[in-house]
């Protein structure tokens, strides 16, 4: 079964940085594009940004632009989320989702990372 | 950017109920690209439907999707207690993704 486990979350100074990594087990993940999802405390849902399959093409959200960071290691079936600058605005739980081909929807999310920006 | 604006914020009802929850787009939304998750506390947001009208793998035949251009609609048609959460829509539309701000469905 689809498995997406997120970790790397945890408690940073505003300013700075944080690497959250996503591993995939279950599916092809070199087939799939896949998302960086977050959701502030009691807030709703935040999509943050995209990478395809091959890497082709990267869309990321304008609050996360020159900030944040989407890569992927196929070989090592892992998505990566790079958070630099952060601000406490960007505490959250943030999610890893995989990308329903030809849908543009979520069709598997892991369980979260919280990641708490606070001095 | 597409806004999705979801009513009403709060659904109160009771098991057995029909619930309708409605999503509203800025612009036109492109039926192919427009999903509705669940949410219960402390966990992932789940697919229901997506493609506006089409059950994701699992999902219970209560929940059904409609709709087309701006107007969107989540159909349960017997509320079960399992189903009181919160929903959110979603969009994909010129490289960018976007969320409802969600309905809360409570039981009355």
């Known amino acids: 079964q689809v498995q997406l486990v997120e970790s790397g979350g945890g408690v940073v100074q505003p300013g700075g940085s944080l690497r959250l990594s996503c591993a995939a087990s279950?599916?092809?993940?070199?087939?799939?594009?896949m998302h960086w999802v977050r959701q502030a405390p009691d807030k709703g849902l935040e999509w943050l940004t995209f990478?395809?399959?091959?890497?082709?093409?990267?869309y990321s959200a304008d609050s996360v632009k020159g900030r944040f960071t989407i890569s992927r290691d196929n070989s090592k079936n892992t998505l990566y989320l790079q958070m630099n600058s952060l601000r406490p605005e960007d505490t959250a739980v943030y999610y890893c989702?995989?990308?329903?081909?030809?849908?543009?929807?979520?069709?598997?999310w892991g369980q979260g990372t919280l990641v708490t920006v606070s001095s | 950017e597409i806004v999705l604006t979801q009513s009403p914020g709060t659904l109160s009802l009771s098991p057995g109920e029909r619930a309708t929850l409605s999503c509203r787009a800025s612009q036109s939304v492109s039926s192919t690209y427009l999903a509705w998750y669940q949410q219960k506390p402390g966990q992932p947001p789940r697919l229901l439907i997506y493609g506006a009208s089409n059950r994701a793998t699992g999902i219970p035949d209560r929940f059904s999707g409609t709709g087309s251009g701006t107007d969107f609609t989540l159909t349960i048609s017997r509320l079960e207690p399992e189903d009181f959460a919160v929903y959110y829509c979603q969009q994909h539309g010129n490289s960018l993704y976007t969320f409802g701000q969600g309905t809360k469905l409570e039981i009355k």
């Open positions: 990478i395809a399959y091959d890497v082709g093409y990267i």
């Open positions: 989702a995989k990308d329903l081909h030809g849908h543009g929807n979520f069709d598997y």
């Open positions: 279950g599916f092809t993940f070199s087939n799939y594009g």
